[in-house]
C-alpha cells in the first residue's frame, strides 16, 4: 500500500510542478496580447505573429493544465445531478467520470502522438501569413495525455478507496 501511496503523490507532485511552470506563460500571454492591441488601436498597425504566438502559448497552457485542473477539481461539471446524492452514488458517479476520461486521455495520447510525429517528421507550420512552426506544440499532445490519464488514475484509485473502505 505504501507504493500505491508514493505512486499516487509522485502522480500529484508531478502535476502540481507542472501546473506550476505553465502558470508562468499567463505573463507573456497577457503581454502579447496588449502588444498587439496598442499596436493595432494605438497605432493603426496590426502585427503579423501576434494571434500565432497567443495561439502557441495558449495551447500549452490548455495541454500542459488539464492534469494540473483535474487534481484541484476544477475541470466543469454539471454537479446539478450530483449534489444531492448521497456520497456512495456519488462516488460510483466519479468512478464512472474518470473510467470515461482516462479511455478519452488514452486515445489522445495515442492520436496526439502519431499526430505530433507527423507534425514533427513534416515540420509542420501554422498556415498564416507569418508561418511560424507548430510541430512542437502537436508534439505535447502525447505528453498532455500521459499527464491527464495518470491524474485521472490517481483520482479513480483514491475515489474507489473511499468507496470500499465506506462499503467495508
Known amino acids: 500500500m505504501k507504493g500505491l501511496e ?6 500529484d507532485t508531478t502535476n502540481e510542478k507542472a501546473g506550476m511552470v505553465v502558470r508562468f506563460l499567463l505573463i507573456p500571454l497577457a503581454i502579447v496580447t496588449l502588444t498587439e492591441v496598442i499596436a493595432r488601436y494605438v497605432f493603426n498597425s496590426p ?3 501576434a494571434w500565432d504566438v497567443n495561439l502557441q502559448i495558449f495551447g500549452v497552457i490548455i495541454l500542459l493544465s488539464g492534469g494540473y485542473t483535474l487534481l484541484h477539481d476544477r475541470h466543469v461539471k454539471i454537479e446539478a445531478i450530483t449534489m444531492h446524492l448521497p456520497l456512495k452514488p456519488k462516488l460510483v458517479t466519479e468512478l464512472i467520470a474518470m473510467l470515461l476520461l482516462m479511455y478519452v486521455a488514452v486515445v489522445l495520447t495515442w492520436q ?14 501554422l498556415n498564416s501569413i507569418w508561418g511560424p512552426p507548430i510541430f512542437h506544440i502537436k508534439m505535447l499532445l502525447p505528453v498532455a495525455g500521459v499527464l491527464l490519464l495518470f491524474q485521472s488514475l490517481a483520482k479513480f484509485v483514491r475515489d474507489l478507496s473511499t ?4 462499503e467495508g
Open 6 to 11: 508514493h505512486f499516487l503523490h509522485c502522480i
Open 47 to 49: 502585427t503579423v505573429w
Open 163 to 166: 468507496l470500499l473502505r465506506r
Open 112 to 125: 496526439g502522438g502519431q499526430a505530433g510525429w507527423e507534425a514533427f517528421v513534416s515540420r509542420e507550420r
